[in-house]
């Protein structure tokens, strides 16, 4: 089973940018779907973005217009480009394979329990 770990967050001032990175042990050519969630203090965990195998793409409202999710797989990774983040974007982001009908808002996405996640704050 591909293992996939998150890196690139950090403190940043409100109207900064970040970019996350998903790094897999594996090929992620055959994974139907990747994608960023995350999850703010007292918050449920929330689909921000995800990726198909094809390069079908699907945001969360909030984010639409300032996040671009990109995948590369000779590098087997998965990006998050993080523009104009605002203090409601900090929490621990995590990446996860999920089925494309789950990427695409279709079905309801399962979020593994596991997941070090990596932490985006953005002050004010």
């Known amino acids: 089973q591909v293992q996939l770990v998150e890196s690139g967050g950090g403190l940043v001032q409100a109207g900064g940018s970040l970019r996350l990175s998903c790094a897999a042990s594996g090929s992620i050519s055959s994974i139907s779907a990747i994608a960023w969630s995350r999850q703010a203090p007292g918050k449920q965990r929330e689909l921000v973005a995800a990726?198909?195998?094809?390069?079908?793409?699907n945001y969360a409202d909030s984010v639409k217009g300032r996040f671009t999710i990109s995948r590369d797989n000779a590098k087997n990774t998965v990006y998050l480009q993080m523009n104009s983040l605002k203090p409601e974007d900090t929490a621990v982001y995590y990446c996860?394979?999920?089925?494309?009908?789950?990427?695409?808002?279709?079905?309801?996405?399962?979020?593994?329990?596991w997941g070090q996640g990596t932490q985006v704050t953005v002050s004010s």
């Open positions: 990726i198909t195998m094809y390069g079908r793409t």
């Open positions: 996860n394979s999920l089925t494309a009908a789950q990427a695409m808002g279709t079905a309801r996405p399962i979020f593994p329990s």
